[in-house]
C-alpha cells in the first residue's frame, strides 16, 4: 500500500468515527449527505494532507504562528528558556542556556502519530511534555458551528489524540481563564499573550512592497516569478510581495515569507483598491505566447495609480510606452536580471520617487495629448458585472 493510500484509508476510518459523533447530535444537529461527504473526504485525504490541513508536515517547515509567537516564546523567555524547533518532531522546545539541552518539548495544539513517537523517547530522556491549547480543542460540543472541515481537523489531530496526549504531557497550558476553569482537572498552567520584539516592531517607513496582480492568464508568469521571488525575499528583509491569484495559483506561493495573495476582484473593486492602496514597484513579466502577444499597456496604469515605479518585460505594448531607466525599466526575461533590479530598486527610495515623478509627469503629457484612450487598452468597453481579476 502506497503512503497515500495508507493516509486515505486513515483519513476514511477517521472519518467512520467522526460521522458516528455527528449523527450523536454532538457536532451538529442534522447531517446531511454524510455519504457524499465521505466520499469527497477520502477523494480528497491525499490532498488535504500536501496542504498541511489534517497532518503536521512530514518535513516540519512551519515554525511559527500567532500562538507560539504570543503566547510561547514569552513564556518560554520569562522561564529563562531558549526557543528552538526540534529537527525531529517540528515541535517548540525550551532549552537550557546553561547545558544546552532541552528542558521542555511543547505540543501546540496539535500533534500527529510520527511526533507523539518522538516525544515518547524525549520523556524517557527526562525532558518535560506541555500540551498547550488556545482553544477548546478537546471537546466536540463547543464546535458548533464550525465548518466540518475544521471540525474534521479538530477531531483527527486533537480529540482523537486526547487520551494519548493527555497521558503524554507533565502538564497541560491553556491561553484563557475560560478554558483553566473548564479543565481545572487537568490542572492547567493560564498562559497569556505578550508582546515581543518580532510582534511589536514595524516597518511602516522602510518596508517595500513589491506587488504583481495577475490573472488566471498568467499562470506562466506567476511560475516563472516564483524563484526570483524566493531569492528576492532571501536577501532583502525590508521587501514585501503582493498578489492577485486564484485559489490554485495561491498555493504556491503559501511557503513563501511575507507574501499577501489576495483574491481577484471585479474591476470596479480593483480600481477602488489600487486608488487607495500605495506599493513601491510593480512587476509585469510578459512571457513569450500567441495569446501574451495581443495584451495591452494597461499594467502600467495601474501601477502608476498606486505610486509604484514599473518593472516590465522589453517587449510590446510596454516598450512602446516606457523609457527604461526613466519611468520604468525595460528587462529582458532572465530571472538574475530581475532578481538584481528588485534588490537595487527596493534599496534606493530616491531613484523611485524620482521614477515616480516621470510616471506622472508621462501620463500628464500624455493626456494633453489626447492619448490616454490609446492606454487605456483592456479597460474599453467593459462589462463591470463580467470583468474579474
Not at 230 to 240: A, D, F, G, M, S
Request: hydrophobic share 40%.
Amino acid at each position: 500500500m502506497s503512503e497515500g493510500d495508507f493516509q486515505c484509508d486513515l483519513l476514511a476510518n477517521a472519518y467512520q468515527a467522526f460521522k458516528g459523533v455527528c449523527a450523536s447530535g454532538c457536532l451538529i444537529q442534522k447531517v446531511r449527505s454524510v455519504d457524499s461527504a465521505m466520499i469527497r473526504m477520502t477523494h480528497y485525504a491525499t490532498k488535504l494532507v500536501a496542504e498541511q490541513d489534517c497532518f503536521s508536515p512530514l518535513g516540519f517547515a512551519m515554525t511559527t504562528s500567532p500562538s507560539i509567537d504570543y503566547l510561547l516564546l514569552p513564556q518560554l523567555a520569562e522561564s529563562g528558556l531558549h526557543a528552538h524547533t526540534d529537527p525531529a518532531t517540528g515541535l517548540l522546545q525550551g532549552i537550557n542556556p546553561s547545558s544546552k539541552q532541552p528542558e521542555l518539548s511543547i505540543i501546540c495544539r496539535y500533534v500527529n502519530t510520527k511526533q507523539l513517537q518522538q516525544l515518547r523517547t524525549h520523556k524517557s530522556q527526562g525532558i518535560k511534555i506541555v500540551y498547550f491549547m488556545d482553544d477548546d480543542l478537546l471537546d466536540p460540543l463547543a464546535w458548533g458551528g464550525l465548518p466540518w472541515r475544521y471540525r474534521f481537523k479538530l477531531f483527527t489531530q486533537a480529540f482523537m489524540r486526547k487520551r494519548q496526549l493527555l497521558a503524554l504531557a507533565d502538564e497541560v497550558w491553556v491561553s484563557t481563564p475560560h478554558l483553566q476553569h473548564k479543565y481545572a482537572h487537568l490542572q492547567p498552567v493560564l498562559v497569556s499573550a505578550k508582546p515581543t520584539p518580532a510582534t511589536s516592531q514595524t516597518q511602516h517607513d522602510s518596508a517595500v512592497l513589491v506587488c504583481y496582480h495577475g490573472t488566471a492568464s498568467h499562470t506562466a508568469e506567476f511560475k516563472w516569478l516564483f524563484p526570483i521571488m524566493q531569492e528576492v525575499l532571501k536577501c532583502n528583509p525590508r521587501i514585501h510581495f503582493e498578489l492577485f491569484a486564484d485559489s490554485q495559483t495561491a498555493k504556491w506561493f503559501r511557503q513563501l515569507p511575507r507574501t499577501a495573495v489576495l483574491h481577484p476582484m471585479s474591476w470596479p473593486q480593483y480600481l477602488a483598491y489600487t486608488q487607495s492602496r500605495k506599493a513601491d514597484i510593480g512587476l509585469a513579466p510578459l512571457l513569450p505566447s500567441k495569446f501574451n502577444a495581443a495584451r495591452g499597456a494597461t499594467k502600467r496604469m495601474d501601477y502608476a495609480r498606486m505610486g509604484a515605479v514599473g518593472i516590465y518585460t522589453d517587449v510590446p505594448p510596454y516598450s512602446d510606452h516606457v523609457q527604461h531607466a526613466n519611468d520604468g525599466w525595460l528587462l529582458p526575461n532572465d530571472p538574475a536580471v530581475w532578481v538584481k533590479t528588485i534588490l537595487e530598486l527596493a534599496d534606493n527610495a530616491a531613484l523611485r520617487a524620482e521614477m515616480r515623478l516621470a510616471v506622472q509627469n508621462s501620463f500628464s503629457s500624455r493626456q494633453r495629448q489626447g492619448e490616454d484612450d490609446s492606454l487605456m487598452g483592456d479597460f474599453g468597453n467593459l462589462d463591470d458585472q463580467s470583468w474579474t481579476w
